[in-house]
């Protein structure tokens, strides 16, 4: 049959077929960036690299030299040297130990907390459900410098001064991490989902285990990073409750800036050393959070 035979509903239904198809075949072809696209994105990862790279070289040169005009804009020999210092004069070993407990146990606590706050506040339906998240929100504006004062008062009544638990017990949870969690979940998990697995005969328990988490582990990720990066860079609360007998790395790193006249040599290295694990959180499980962000897409 001929074009000319067709009639007008039948031409139209066949351009509609090609069309369709053409979108098919489109969205399955990659799409390539440009020239443009990458000298753009080279120039941002030049200037996201520059601090680290200046912090390196700082850290391997002496400090009669940087204090030099024009500043070193290359290595020097003088890494390792500067590196040991810093872990000598700081005690980094122990602040090492204690940064990854207290960061490793306020992230697992925050996203788990946080996702079963984020959960309540999505899913289920309770008695002041709206003015309790209006509250928990509220929170987030109050700033953290009030909260020192009454804060270290409670945790010298307790007995807890110039310990771990000191530091870790306040951050537990955060409004943050219960409102980031929420919002994902309204949308990542379907109420019909939870009804299912409820007729099918699951206990609440099962339900969060089975359902809630699969569907947060993208938001669950981004969380945790976030977390972690927060609780190792913390340094007001820590500077306030711990003292350099059992510091974290933050703590410990002040001590280096002590003195008549600093060695900023040592200081970069010390500063060096305490950036290292955050790399190394990054290169491990980078992938791992930016794949579950994008299934996270897809599926939503």
Known sequence: MTTSELTLPQVRNQKAKKDRNRRVMGAGKQLHAGPVTYLVLTVFALLSLAPLVWTAVAASRTDHRLAETPPPLWFGGNLFKNLQAAWDQAGMGTAMFNSTVVAGTITIATVLFSTLAGFAFAKLR?????VLLLLTIGTMMIPPQLAVVPLYLWMSHLGWSNQLQTVILPTLVTAFGTFFMR?????????ELIEAARVDGASSLRVVWHVVFPAARPAMAVLGLLT????WNDFLWPIIALNQQNPTVQVALNSLGTGYVPDQAV?????????????IAFI???KQIVGGIMQGAIKG
Do not use: C, D, E
């Open 267 to 279: 200081i970069m290295a010390g500063a060096l050393l305490g950036t290292l694990p955050l790399l």
């Open 183 to 191: 919002q994902y979940l309204v949308q990542a998990l379907p109420t």
């Open 284 to 286: 491990l499980f980078g």
């Open 228 to 231: 972690f990066v927060f609780a």
């Open 126 to 130: 309770f008695r002041f459900s709206s």
